[in-house]
């Protein structure tokens, strides 16, 4: 399978011991919004759904990256030290 790469990755802070995982494509990031998100709310569905139609080049790769920053956020999870982006995000 061929991944899609959506720039710079971003990784999450996944554990209260600092235990992190790096999101650096598009297919990774559905993986983890389908299997691994701890929340099921409104967020998470429209970034699942950005992720898949940017998958199907319907959206920009652009667009599915801010709405899992979104996602994240309302999830509650921490970026690592790489990830300057979650002031941007919804």
Same mark, same amino acid.
């Given at each position: 399978?061929?991944?899609t790469?959506?720039? *710079?990755?971003?990784?999450? @802070? @996944?554990? !209260? !011991?600092?235990? =992190? !995982? $790096?999101?650096?494509?598009?297919?990774?990031?559905?993986?983890?919004?389908? $299997? $691994?998100?701890? @929340?099921? /709310?409104?967020?998470? /569905?429209l970034?699942?759904?950005? @992720? /898949?139609?940017a998958?199907?080049? #319907?959206?920009?790769?652009? %667009?599915?990256?801010? %709405?899992?920053?979104?996602?994240? $956020?309302?999830?509650?999870?921490?970026?690592? /030290? *790489?990830?300057?982006? #979650?002031? =941007?995000?919804?």
């Amino acid at each position: 399978m061929i991944e899609t790469n959506w720039g *710079n990755p971003i990784t999450l @802070v @996944v554990s !209260q !011991q600092g235990e =992190t !995982q $790096k999101i650096g494509t598009i297919e990774q990031a559905f993986y983890w919004l389908r $299997k $691994k998100w701890p @929340v099921a /709310d409104h967020n998470r /569905d429209l970034a699942i759904d950005y @992720v /898949d139609a940017a998958m199907h080049c #319907m959206v920009t790769v652009g %667009a599915a990256r801010k %709405a899992f920053l979104a996602a994240a $956020k309302t999830a509650g999870f921490m970026l690592g /030290d *790489n990830t300057t982006e #979650m002031s =941007t995000a919804r």
